[in-house]
């Protein structure tokens, strides 16, 4: 008989199409309305502080792992991810360098100093965006839209002005902010891109919203900025006006620093919408998604623990 | 009516057009023939020839070497000519009777039975363990054992297993139109031995031409129903098809028979029909022989010892190089370093790829996507068990349900790091279920 060069492995021997690289290209793609709008937004500058970031986290990690002698990961995108949400993050006034550095820090000590993609236990991103904010308070909190040095929305709210806000230029983004932040339709667009095409999940955003307006529904009304209950003005601004939507749906689905399991994924999402209504209506800053989605991800591998799934046969079947 | 299902499964490409529309071809056995002494879970046969006999077709040449065990049946007339070891469809050596056929198909005078009307429920469990019927859906599971649980009054259903959930795979759907009534007729034995029980056909609702036939042939009986359910993968595990039918949940370590259901699926069930109606043993069964390497893609009747290499001829050989070749389905089937090996009681498909989907990308770092997670049918944790597989915690392995595994492969088969979750996780299942038994 003839001799044939057959294959073997352990079955199953077919699999789903979906590769870690096909997923982080989909998050690129899902990213490209809240860059594009953020470039249109404060213009050429952002376009280059998304490359300088971009293109250094890229960079940081192929030269770490060349440097370490492991293999190079740049090809699944994931760096490349990194890179793009800290842009976005990034004031678009901040220095090139800065965002350069941030990068760094993200990938270098946040990802791979813990052992390189699915190791981090905090988002690379957000953690290089506080690395910075506390590092250079000055550049991250400096907010300039339309050459003038002006509040943010939720520093306007903090402060109790509701009034001077116009919420139909919050959720266009026509607002100051990071990069990425301010264009609620843009970063709803591509959210929409990433649950259609099963990237993400709704769970995680949805609990993380739903909990937060809930929460500033409540205690919105025991600061002076809100009228009454669940003001809908109020609420809107809270929802437009930071980083919430940039967070909930791009940071917070980050699949490494979240929950695995269905249940504990309501959970992270309930403790991420407390924890930013805490620091929003009382913390001393006027943001408080960045913290809320780190110390939620301190919280992962609590909620995983607590909310194993029930195997068949044992209650688990159960739709 | 709401479609029945499980949570959790996969909806892999079912690739089941390539042969779905041919009908069922023989195929002629060539000079060889080989019969392993195990194909079935238990004990293996014992042969009660030796080199040199010459037997007919129909002829036992291996009786059962225990409770848990069953025979081995000649499908051709000739001369033993080895009793050696074997590599058989999973890659083991396995002792096995070698015949050379004659070409002559003399066949036995099969004794007479008794219409079924007739028969003791004692006759009918001893003609079934006599024709050498094992579980034909894979697992090969000695089928006289299965039918005689502790309490056979408190069986309430007879689940025929016509989900064939496997891709690919179109034998038991070719069976259903063309034999139907056989099918239905194991089914009416079956239920002869348990009073209390009723007979439901399972089919998967891809296969609405089935679910027809099965109703027309079953319209008069009101013990008997149809049910659809969902198309998905692995709905025609036994668990979760139990499941998706009528609501009752086991775990790993539970039978069945504990919640009153036994699964046959549906070549074990035309078997049955075979030994118990027309006294014949078990002999041959339908294959299908598919992929894009498979020049003509078929389902066949092969009697058993016949090698694959015989059956791939059958379908015209091979249209390109196959990368790999796999015996059973792609999801739960074995991949094949050589075609010189027998098709047995268990083999359901041979499955011929011109790429082999394993190959084309390594495996790399968990993202903790929880795919795995969603698409478990038995609800455990699948990245997190394997990451304790490969630290061989087998404590931790079984406080994370890692036993709960039933080994689908659904894992694998959505991760987008291409891990091998599910050999990792079976491969620890194995190590902490002999430790178990000891």
Redesign the interface.
């Known amino acids: 008989?003839s001799e044939?060069?057959?294959?073997?492995?352990?079955?199953?021997?077919?699999?789903?199409k979906?590769?870690?690289g096909?997923?982080m290209l989909c998050v690129v793609i899902a990213l490209l309305p809240a860059s594009a709008f953020g470039v249109y937004n404060f213009g050429v500058s952002a376009l280059i502080m998304l490359l300088v970031t971009t293109a250094t986290a890229v960079l940081t990690e192929y030269l770490y792992e060349k440097l370490m002698k492991k293999p190079v990961?740049i090809s699944?995108y994931?760096a490349l991810v990194t890179g793009l949400l800290l842009g976005l993050n990034m004031p678009p006034t901040a220095p090139y360098w800065m965002g350069a550095l941030g990068s760094v820090f993200a990938i270098l000590v946040v990802k791979q100093l813990f052992g390189?993609?699915?190791?981090n236990f905090l988002n690379p991103a957000l953690s290089a965006r506080c690395f910075l904010l506390i590092s250079f308070t000055g550049y991250m909190t400096r907010f300039v839209y339309d050459g003038v040095t002006g509040a943010t929305p939720l520093a306007v709210l903090k402060a109790g002005n509701l009034t001077e806000l116009n919420t139909m230029n919050m959720m266009l983004g026509k607002i100051p902010g990071t990069i990425g932040e301010t264009s609620v339709i843009a970063i709803v667009a591509g959210a929409i891109f990433l649950i259609l095409t099963e990237v993400i999940d709704i769970r995680i955003p949805g609990t993380y919203i739903v909990t937060f307006v809930i929460f500033i529904g409540i205690f919105g009304h025991f600061t002076k900025a809100a009228v009454g209950f669940f003001d809908p003005v109020y609420i809107t601004a809270h929802l437009t006006g930071g980083g919430l939507m940039l967070g909930a749906f791009f940071m917070a689905t980050d699949?490494?620093?979240?929950p695995?399991?269905?249940k504990g994924?309501y959970v992270y999402g309930i403790c991420m919408g407390i924890l930013t209504g805490l620091f929003r209506l009382f913390g001393g800053s006027a943001e408080g998604v960045s913290y809320a989605i780190l110390i939620s991800n301190m919280l992962v591998p609590l909620i995983e623990r607590v909310t194993?799934?029930?195997?068949?046969?044992?209650g688990?079947?159960?739709? | 009516m709401a479609l029945l299902t499980f949570r959790g499964g996969i909806h892999p490409k079912d690739g089941k057009s390539l042969a779905k529309d041919m009908a069922i071809a023989d195929v002629q056995p060539k000079d060889e023939l080989v019969y392993p002494l195990s194909q079935h879970i238990g004990a293996p046969a014992k042969a009660i020839v030796a080199v040199g006999d010459t037997v007919l077709k129909g002829q036992k040449i291996a009786e059962a070497g225990g409770f848990v065990s069953a025979p081995v049946y000649s499908t051709v007339s000739g001369k033993v000519t080895g009793i050696a070891p074997r590599t058989n469809p999973t890659g083991t050596k396995v002792m096995s009777i070698v015949i050379e056929n004659d070409g002559e198909y003399k066949e036995v005078e099969y004794p007479h039975v008794k219409p079924l009307s007739e028969l003791s429920k004692e006759e009918i469990l001893n003609l079934i363990a006599d024709a050498g019927i094992v579980g034909m859906g894979g697992a090969g599971f000695p089928t006289r054992v299965k039918l005689s649980p502790k309490e056979p009054d408190k069986i309430d259903f007879i689940i025929a297993n016509c989900a064939e959930c496997e891709p690919f795979i179109t034998a038991d759907y070719r069976s259903i139109l063309e034999n139907g009534d056989e099918l239905i007729g194991g089914m009416k034995v079956v239920l002869k031995l348990f009073d209390n029980a009723k007979g439901i056909f399972a089919v998967e609702d891809n296969k609405p031409d089935c679910v027809e036939k099965l109703k027309e042939l079953t319209k008069d009986d009101d013990r008997i129903s149809v049910v659809k359910v969902k198309t998905k993968y692995p709905q025609g595990g036994e668990r979760h098809l139990i499941y998706a039918t009528t609501g009752r949940a086991i775990h790993a370590a539970m039978l069945p028979a504990d919640v009153g259901c036994i699964v046959d699926n549906v070549a074990t069930l035309i078997e049955i029909y075979k030994a118990v109606v027309l006294g014949k043993p078990s002999m041959d069964r339908v294959v299908t022989v598919s992929g894009d390497a498979i020049k003509t893609p078929g389902n066949f009747r092969v009697p058993y010892g016949v090698s694959h290499e015989t059956v791939i001829e059958a379908a015209g050989g091979f249209a390109v190089e196959p990368e790999k070749i796999i015996s059973g389905g792609p999801m739960m089937g074995f991949a094949m370093f050589t075609i010189d090996t027998p098709i047995t009681k268990t083999s359901s498909s041979i499955l011929a790829f011109s790429k082999d989907a394993v190959a084309e990308k390594e495996p790399s770092a968990c993202i903790n996507c929880g795919r795995c997670v969603e698409a478990c049918p038995s609800r455990i944790m699948p990245a997190r068990l394997a990451d304790i597989a490969e630290r061989h915690d087998e404590e931790a392995f079984v406080n994370f349900d890692g036993l709960e595994c039933c080994e689908c492969g659904c894992c694998s088969y959505v991760c987008p790091a291409r891990r091998q979750l599910k050999q990792s996780i079976a491969a620890m299942r194995k190590v902490c279920l002999a430790k178990k038994k000891k």
């Open positions: 008989m044939r060069n057959l294959n073997l492995s352990s079955s199953p021997h077919v699999r789903s979906v590769t870690t096909s997923i990961t699944d994931s390189g993609l699915g190791q699949y490494v620093t979240a695995i399991t269905k994924q194993r799934p029930k195997p068949f046969g044992k688990g079947e159960k739709f």
